[in-house]
């Protein structure tokens, strides 16, 4: 084993980044170590063999997959190679290995096992959306996507509110709309969001504006990769006055809009949870039942 803990016989664990949408992004490093490398792991082989194409280079060694459903096995075989000193190479659809795509456990076993990890830097849709966002960069936290479920997806929002850097989420089109809202109930309707669709791509398109208003242009048709960029909490913000809400709940309530409805819009409106102002609600006098 070597001063930097490496053990010597080792080969090398490559972590490429892979373009966003453009090919002409890929830098000349990549092509020449997916010429190189004795084995490359990839998320998609159909997807690498374009690439390659594209690239106008032949991909050189053994060609894996390597993706979520196998990534657990498909990492000891690697790190199996990794030890019979070869290099490999790990590569996703698009951007990072490791950053919502297969890589990190991988990478782990290289670590622990004292093998040279090293990262041909690329494109990412997170760094990219924040730059193009508008929003405070210069601290921030990348969240992933979302639960699917909306229960999950609400509880896990709500212990995100009191965030004060910029968020960054990843989430697919066709939940992009409940998303959106969901995000307005946590956040309040008025947090700044950017929506960043597409990036690097012919039809990029980059959206900004309060949460409500973008919630309501994702209730469309909406298609493309998505990235989202959300403001942090600024605790300078003054919170909505809970009695006031219930007092404008009984208001609409008195004019004929059910007290459920009621609790909702104004909910949204103020930008509260939707359970709070029900509690709040059910807690005070003088609100007729519904």
């Not at 498909?74 to 030890?83: N, S, T, V, Y």
């Not at 996507?145 to 697919?172: H, Q, S, Y």
Request: charged share 25%; proline share 6%.
């Amino acid at each position: 084993m070597g001063e930097d803990g490496r053990v010597s016989g080792n080969g090398r664990l490559v972590l490429a980044g892979a373009p966003i949408g453009r090919v002409d992004d890929a830098s000349a490093r990549l092509r020449d170590a997916l010429a190189a490398a004795d084995v490359v792991a990839a998320e998609d082989t159909r997807r690498l063999r374009r690439l390659g194409a594209d690239l106008g280079i032949t991909v050189g060694g053994r060609v894996v997959s390597y993706y979520d459903a196998n990534e657990a096995v498909r990492a000891e075989e690697l790190l199996g190679a990794l030890r019979g000193g070869e290099t490999v190479l790990v590569i996703t659809d698009a951007g990072m290995p490791g950053v919502s795509d297969p890589g990190y456990r991988l990478t782990r076993l290289a670590v622990d096992a004292g093998i040279e990890v090293t990262a041909l830097p690329g494109p990412s849709a997170v760094t990219t959306a924040l730059a193009v966002s508008g929003l405070p960069s210069d601290r921030f936290c990348f969240e992933g996507f979302p639960p699917r479920k909306a229960g999950e997806r609400a509880r896990r929002l709500a212990t995100l509110a009191d965030e004060r850097r910029t968020m960054v989420f990843f989430e697919a089109p066709h939940r992009l709309a409940a998303t959106l809202e969901a995000m307005a109930e946590a956040f309040g309707p008025g947090r700044l969001t950017a929506v960043c669709r597409e990036l690097t791509k012919t039809y990029e398109e980059v959206l900004r504006g309060p949460l409500s208003e973008l919630a309501g242009w994702a209730a469309g048709e909406v298609r493309g990769e998505i990235t989202l960029v959300v403001a942090g909490h600024d605790p300078g913000e003054t919170p909505p006055d809970i009695g006031e809400l219930v007092a404008e709940v009984a208001r609409m309530q008195e004019a004929g809009v059910p007290r459920k409805q009621a609790i909702v819009d104004v909910a949204r409106a103020a930008g509260v949870p939707r359970r709070t102002l029900y509690d709040a609600v059910h807690g005070a006098g003088g609100v007729r039942p519904a």
